[in-house]
């Protein structure tokens, strides 16, 4: 259990790192654009105007992922209650592989329900 623990640790840990790298570039990129002397500029290649837009299309985009491999896993999960048949043993690992779907499933939604919500929130209060 505490091996799944760490492993869970790790993984966010891992992502909480990637968005700090990722809004970093964002931000550069959402700067003043940089004139190399011949006429080019850096331009904003997104088509987001901040970073609660940009956090608001990932969140977008991974809720859009997660949904149909959160699907996968939750069929996985009732052919493994099947596949049991009555052991005990089989029973709780086919528990615990449904109680961890729909945990991830609840943090993906509620992450992009409260980014929603707080961008909503934001922008009601800039007009």
């Known amino acids: 259990m505490t091996h799944i623990i760490s492993k869970f640790l790790a993984s966010v840990r891992f992502v909480i ?8 570039n964002v931000s550069i990129a959402l700067g003043e654009p ?10 904003n290649p997104l088509q987001f ?12 985009v991974l809720v ?6 959160i699907s996968l896993f ?4 009732g052919f493994m209650f099947v596949s049991a048949q009555g052991n005990t043993e ?7 592989n449904f109680f961890y779907v729909v945990i991830g499933a ?11 919500l707080i ?9």
């Open 34 to 43: 940089i004139s190399s002397g011949v006429g080019n500029s850096l331009q």
């Open 90 to 96: 089989k029973l709780a690992a086919a528990r615990n």
């Open 64 to 69: 859009m992922v997660a949904l149909p491999i």
């Open 106 to 116: 609840i943090l993906i939604l509620g992450a992009w329900v409260i980014a929603t």
């Open 74 to 77: 939750i069929v996985y999960a």
């Open 119 to 127: 961008g909503g929130t934001v922008t009601q209060l800039t007009r």
């Open 17 to 24: 790192v990637s968005l700090v790298i990722a809004l970093a």
């Open 49 to 60: 105007n901040g970073i609660a837009e940009f956090i608001a299309g990932a969140l977008k």
